[in-house]
């Protein structure tokens, strides 16, 4: 195993520097409703949680879990520098940590931890399941989101889907990822997916409006189809 391989070229300018205007924070908003769904049921309960997200990326993610739960005691992992510096420069209590998703070492065990499109990008997505397990309590929650591999857009897209890419170099189905979380540790607690947002036709107007519907009223629901497979699992 190379820990130190990635998908990450530092040489070009990052595609993961997202706008800051109002309305791409309100998409981004919509994008997490269903993560924060998912973690909301911890800390509700427990408003002093420790969170870890995994893969920070521009930090809104960080950012809303800041603002709404103020209690919390917040982390990020990031492996590109350029991003650890644009999270920072947004957040202001959460400790970010630059690392690789594979082999990550914070001397805090979490309440939640939380990656949402990152571990498809993983050479060896087994270690970032490992050292998920390894920072998590028992009983803590673990809450992804992937590319489905097995969804209805690609197979109506092909080779056109836009979830082949070069820098997915872990994609799994809806069964797969189950099946492979369970093996490192975990129980599934939901397993669901999203909806059609891989069908171009189907992001356009007026159809469009269907699809995002679906998104703010369910996020995710308990089927096998849906573009992104959503996953919390809690540590055995």
């Not at 300018?13 to 924060?36: C, G, N, Q, V, W």
């Not at 931890?113 to 087994?126: A, K, R, T």
């Not at 969804?151 to 797969?176: E, N, P």
């Amino acid at each position: 195993m190379n820990p130190s391989k990635v998908t990450v070229d530092l040489g070009v300018p990052t595609p993961y520097a997202e706008s800051r205007s109002k309305m791409h924070r309100l998409k981004r908003r919509m994008t997490y409703r269903d993560i924060l769904k998912h973690v909301s049921v911890k800390l509700c309960r427990f408003p002093q949680a420790s969170v870890l997200e995994v893969g920070t990326g521009s930090g809104f993610l960080l950012q809303i879990l800041e603002d709404k739960y103020p209690e919390a005691t917040i982390h990020g992992l990031e492996y590109d520098p350029r991003l650890v510096e644009i999270t920072r420069s947004k957040l202001k209590r959460a400790q970010i940590v630059e690392g690789n998703a594979e082999s990550f070492e914070i001397k805090t065990k979490f309440d939640v931890i939380v990656s949402s499109q990152v571990i498809e990008h993983l050479f060896h997505p087994e270690s970032m399941l490992d050292c998920v397990h390894r920072h998590l309590k028992p009983g803590g929650i673990f809450v992804m989101t992937t590319p489905n591999l097995g969804c209805l857009s690609a197979r109506v897209m092909g080779k056109k889907w836009h979830g082949y890419r070069s820098d997915h170099v872990a994609l799994k189905t809806f069964q797969q990822w189950v099946e492979f979380v369970e093996s490192h540790g975990f129980t599934t607690r939901f397993a669901g997916s999203t909806f059609f947002s891989g069908i171009p036709i189907l992001n356009r107007f007026p159809l469009g409006l269907f699809n995002w519907a679906l998104l703010l009223v369910f996020g995710s629901m308990r089927w096998s189809h849906g573009e992104s497979f959503v996953g919390v699992f809690e540590r055995k």
